[in-house]
């Protein structure tokens, strides 16, 4: 899951560091802007099953890679 993850994740951000650089900040880099964390909630739940409702969290919640895998592995299911 977390190969899949980081590649969904790099192609949102259009940037593979997110692959690499775990503690990349998303938000305050512009790499996650409105637009991309709400692709990425949708993504991540129609390619790997995890629902993260945007009302649940704040975009501080996932806003380094370690953070959204963090988070995306305490929801998935199974």
Sequence with gaps: MREELLNILAEVC???EVKTDMDLELVESGLLDSLAFAELLA???DELGIVIAPSEIQRT???TPAKILALAGSRKQG
């Design 14 to 16: 259009e940037e593979d």
């Design 61 to 63: 919640d996932m806003d």
């Design 43 to 45: 993504r991540l739940e």
